[in-house]
């Protein structure tokens, strides 16, 4: 079966820009997460969505959010761009919230660069 | 979210077992252990988890001390395949709130051929 997906894979932005990054859950996930990574941070969570309704956010600004669709898909939107949120971002999708009956399925990422 | 203690890294022949050390000595009683893993160039991968009993997967098998205060993943033929940073997670899924992963730095592990 297909897995997760995410598009673009690769995309630079310049600083004050907005991005919007795609995520296609694997078919009959209802559960979608976006993590963010960097070298310094690691993998740190942003917000997880269930049934369309954001359920639970990461420590991040209000320039972070995102959203979910009814047939599950998920896109999250990063506004006014800075240096700092160069970073590959990774969504992860579910049967269920808890990730118990098979764990988290994760993309590959979308790698942002912002100059 | 209880804090888990992993090497910062380990090495390994080629077709020989692998034990990846965890030590989580604040785990509550209702927090699952979560093994996940990161190749190069690709988001984490599940590998197991486990609360209480010992569990095997196609994947992996996981040993949990009596006290729940370790825990061991154990990759029983280890392959070039398998070199990636391996990452042990506690999450209580009874939190609301818990319903995510926390990624510690892991363990990178290099297998020689």
């Known amino acids: 079966k297909a897995g997760v997906t995410q598009t673009p894979r690769y995309l630079i932005k310049t600083r004050g820009q907005q991005v919007t990054l795609s995520c296609s859950p694997i078919?009959?996930?209802?559960?979608v997460s976006w993590y963010q990574q960097t070298p310094g941070q690691g993998l740190q969570f942003l917000f997880e969505?269930?049934?369309?309704?954001?359920?639970n956010k990461g420590n991040f600004p209000g320039r972070f959010s995102g959203r979910q669709f009814s047939n599950s898909r998920s896109e999250m939107n990063v506004s006014t761009l800075e240096l700092g949120d160069s970073a590959l971002y990774l969504c992860a999708s579910s049967l269920s919230r808890t990730g118990l009956l098979h764990g988290y399925t994760f993309g590959s990422g979308t790698r942002l660069t912002v100059v | 979210d209880a804090k888990t203690t992993q090497p910062n890294s380990m090495e390994s022949n080629e077709e020989e077992p692998v034990h990846l050390p965890c030590n989580h000595s604040?785990?509550?009683?209702?927090?699952?252990i979560h093994w996940y893993r990161q190749l190069p160039s690709q988001g984490p991968e599940y590998v197991i988890h486990g609360l209480t009993s010992n569990v095997n997967n196609r994947m992996a098998s996981l040993a949990i001390a009596e006290d729940r205060k370790s825990s061991t993943l154990i990759l029983h033929r280890a392959t070039l395949r398998d070199a990636a940073v391996y990452y042990c997670?506690?999450?209580?899924?009874?939190?609301?709130?818990?319903?995510?992963?926390?990624f510690g730095s892991g363990t990178r592990l290099l297998v020689r051929p």
């Open positions: 604040t785990i509550s009683g209702t927090d699952y």
């Open positions: 969505y269930f049934s369309e309704t954001q359920r």
């Open positions: 997670i506690l999450r209580d899924v009874k939190v609301d709130s818990s319903y995510k992963l926390i």
């Open positions: 078919s009959g996930h209802r559960s």
